[in-house]
């Protein structure tokens, strides 16, 4: 049976879900300035985090509804215990196609060959900054030289490395081009991201942003010329390579091109709570469901209905202009 033609998790705009992000703790290492609460002490309880034998069974049910691609992410993945256990299960589930990790690479190292061993098809590492003060100005800590040391290591094993890069104006706006010889020089694609307002600090403003075209515009200035690669238009990152072929970037715009008619994400948080949009309060709690030992079938159901619900998405608020700081915080939701 073909799921295009009989898609089943489809949202009342006609969207399909194919890609599930899966948020396994919201703690963290890190306290990025566009993240994470300020001494954010109100962690979820561990009893109340899904295992990895339930989420293992969730994934098989979304997989079963059509779901083809996996992402875990946080809080810090790394820092919860022996997140490649993980990985191996559900890296196994039939017809499921990658499972990928976003990190932010601080305890990354030494699991990079273990990752891939167990199935990890590639990796997001998160590096706003080249300037090891200004990594720790914009996330709390001192860990430049650990996360640099990760990407190289990922690239030497050969585990396809993208980086993601939160651009903020007049905290790393002067680095575009640093990340764009970056990219141009090891061939890992660097996604540039809008600020959202996902933050638990409150920061958020339209001043912060720094548009994709903008961005193009610097980069254009300074390199020689950017061509679309026309990928996936339900990827939030829009491609480009260079003229002569060295590098790849991707950019993010959810501020300035919001992408939500194309949108084909649902999330689950740590504490088994199914998101079916970044920008959205309203959340189905799939761990009752587990909780109550409701069956596969039961679950699919709820599930089904639940994505039928999915709002319009970000791009309704930026028409209401209602865009405001913390409409959700990034690292309970999971980026
Ligand atoms: N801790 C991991 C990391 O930092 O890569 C995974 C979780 S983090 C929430 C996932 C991604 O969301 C990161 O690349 C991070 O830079 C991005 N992110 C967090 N807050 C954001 C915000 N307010 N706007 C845009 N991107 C954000
Ligand atoms: Fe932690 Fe990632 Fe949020 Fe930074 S972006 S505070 S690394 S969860």
């Not at 948020?23 to 963290?28: A, E, F, G, N």
């Not at 993945?77 to 601080?106: F, Q, W």
Request: hydrophobic letters at 35%; proline letters at 4%.
């Amino acid at each position: 049976m073909c799921l295009e033609n009989n898609p089943n998790l489809v949202d009342s705009f006609g969207r399909i879900a194919k890609k599930l992000r899966i948020s396994i703790t919201d703690r963290c290492n890190m306290q990025c300035v566009y993240c994470m609460p300020s001494n954010n002490t109100n962690w979820l309880e561990q009893d109340n985090l899904l295992t990895y034998e339930q989420i293992t069974r969730l994934a098989k049910i979304f997989v079963s509804l059509g779901i083809q691609k996996i992402k875990i992410t946080g809080g810090e993945p790394t820092v919860r215990g022996n997140v490649e256990d993980l990985v191996k299960s559900l890296s196994s589930i039939e017809g499921l196609r990658s499972v990928t990790l976003t990190t932010n690479g601080i305890l990354l190292k030494n699991k990079i060959k273990i990752l891939k061993e167990s199935g990890l098809d590639s990796i997001n590492i998160s590096l706003d900054t080249f300037k090891p003060d200004r990594f720790k100005a914009m996330s709390g800590i001192d860990g430049f030289y650990k996360v640099m040391d990760a990407i190289n290591t990922a690239l030497d094993e050969n585990l396809p490395v993208k980086i993601n890069t939160v651009i903020m104006r007049g905290w790393n706006d002067d680095e575009i081009s640093h990340f764009v010889r970056f990219s141009r020089e090891t061939g890992c694609i660097v996604k540039f991201i809008e600020f959202m307002p996902l933050d638990g600090t409150g920061i958020w403003s339209k001043g912060l942003v720094v548009s994709k075209k903008e961005m193009i515009e610097k980069i254009n200035n300074d390199f020689c010329k950017l061509n679309p690669i026309g990928n996936d238009k339900a990827d939030p990152a829009r491609l480009y390579s260079f003229e002569d072929g060295k590098g790849t970037l991707g950019f993010i715009p959810s501020i300035t091109e919001p992408f939500c008619q194309n949108c084909d994400r649902v999330r689950i948080t740590a504490d088994g709570r199914l998101y079916t949009c970044l920008f959205e309060k309203k959340n189905y709690d799939l761990k009752r469901l587990l909780d109550e030992g409701k069956s596969d079938a039961e679950i699919s159901e709820y599930i089904r209905k639940c994505i039928t619900e999915k709002p319009e998405g970000i791009i309704k608020i930026i028409r209401k202009h209602d865009l405001r700081p913390t409409i959700n915080v990034m690292n309970t939701i999971g980026g």
